[in-house]
């Protein structure tokens, strides 16, 4: 079977040395203490059923600064690697709920998204091909009876009315053994999916409606610093800053002060790494709602005055993210340029990488023609390169230079998985605190 893209890197258009080569050499020169600290790590957390993470190569930082987990974007993977998707969720599955024969996906509930619709049609072709026997149910309050929804090339999904009895899930004449969740419940946790006794991956104290990016983030900065003094690098080179403060309301200026001030103490923060590794560019702070996804609720500033500036569109994008969700906490963080470029227009490109479990399955870069380096790449306009992630992820070469695709695939791979680490010591903290 041919394979795509098998060993295609967008062009770095920055000098390949610098903090990021040396990490990558630090990387290969590390590669069994790294697996034997991953190893590690996993015997005292649990890692998410699945996950993507979005990265950014700036050549002097690679860093996370994304950490979804209800995923879409599976029909963006590279078909080739399926096989690893299918043992991974075997795995997980197993992991979980050992005696599982059925498993009942819980999907978002969008009703005109097609490219959802492939994405929720590989996930469910995954599970199936792992040899399960997979239904979908919605709680969409307009689908009343099953329903089939056209996607791609002639293919059709079944979506079936959510049942609730007593205290198990169901679709009509399906009870299933395990609950996937594919919908990040922004707008909230619906009363059908409480108190119900089949296991629910990932657990509903994961959703938007609990989880917030700083936590995430703080998790990760621990994570990050640990995993640094291992390998004897500067964190900074792995890490995304970040500040946050109370409540903010873009509309009528509350919280405002306190913004400013945290984001000109992280530019001063940013600037003082820059001067110690010497980096010419201008620092830039992200600003994004602290929960939520689809890149709402997303801007990007080169200065705190900006915070003051804002017009009333900027205001209004920032007052609400997914589903209208008004936007009441953000969370200020370094912005880390993409300097990876795709094509010959130079398209701007980032990494996406995917984990089922603890394991690296595949990825694809988000590319973006109509972006800059320092922009939110998840807005309409992105289109996806499936790249090779799955082989070259968890298969270094050393015999190679540090920048082939394995060893830069490497890398990737090791920082999507601290990311996935982070949420995991989430769901820790979540459920000690009995959320």
């Not at 049942?163 to 909230?188: A, M, R, T, W, Y």
């Not at 600003?287 to 900006?306: N, R, W």
Request: with cysteine.
């Amino acid at each position: 079977m041919a394979i795509e893209h098998l060993h295609t890197v967008p062009h770095l258009t920055v000098a390949p040395g610098g903090p990021v080569l040396a990490m990558e050499q630090q990387f290969l020169a590390k590669q069994i203490e790294i697996e034997a600290w991953f190893r590690e790590q996993w015997r005292h957390v649990s890692p998410p059923f699945y996950s993507s993470v979005d990265l950014r190569n700036a050549g002097f930082k690679l860093a996370p600064v994304d950490t979804n987990l209800f995923p879409a974007g599976f029909n963006n993977l590279n078909p080739a690697f399926m096989p690893l998707c299918v043992q991974a969720v075997q795995t997980a599955i197993e992991k979980y709920c050992p005696s599982a024969c059925r498993v009942l996906i819980v999907p978002e509930n969008h009703s005109r998204n097609k490219f959802y619709f492939e994405s929720l049609g590989t996930l469910q072709n995954i599970i199936l091909t792992a040899g399960y026997d997979v239904r979908i149910g919605t709680f969409r309050e307009d689908v009343t009876e099953p329903i089939e929804v056209e996607y791609g090339a002639g293919k059709k999904l079944r979506l079936e009315p959510l049942i609730k009895e007593k205290d198990q899930l169901i679709v009509e004449n399906f009870n299933p053994c395990l609950i996937i969740c594919n919908n990040d419940l922004s707008s909230g946790i619906p009363e059908i999916l409480n108190d119900v006794k089949q296991p629910i991956l990932p657990p509903l104290t994961l959703s938007w409606t609990h989880r917030t990016k700083t936590s995430h983030f703080s998790q990760y900065t621990e994570i990050a610093q640990k995993f640094a003094e291992l390998i004897d690098l500067d964190p900074w080179v792995i890490t995304p800053l970040h500040r946050n403060c109370g409540t903010v309301n873009f509309k009528t200026g509350e919280g405002q002060d306190c913004l400013t001030k945290n984001a000109d103490a992280l530019f001063k923060a940013i600037r003082e790494k820059y001067q110690q590794f010497a980096i010419k560019e201008e620092p830039f702070v992200v600003v994004k709602a602290d929960s939520g996804t689809y890149g709402m609720g997303v801007m990007s500033i080169q200065s705190p005055e900006e915070l003051i500036k804002l017009n009333r569109k900027q205001r209004t994008r920032m007052s609400t993210s997914k589903d209208g969700i008004a936007i009441s906490k953000v969370i200020l963080q370094e912005g880390v340029y993409t300097f990876e470029n795709w094509g010959d227009d130079h398209a701007v490109a980032e990494p996406v990488v995917y984990l089922i479990d603890h394991y690296v399955v595949g990825g694809f870069y988000r590319v973006h023609k109509n972006r800059s380096a320092t922009e939110n790449l998840n807005a309409p306009g992105m289109h996806f390169e499936p790249l090779a992630f799955a082989e070259s992820c968890n298969t270094p070469d050393p015999e190679r230079s540090v920048s082939a695709a394995p060893n830069q695939f490497y890398a990737y791979g090791v920082i999507a998985r601290l990311a996935t680490l982070a949420a995991a010591h989430e769901q820790f903290a979540l459920d000690r605190n009995q959320v």
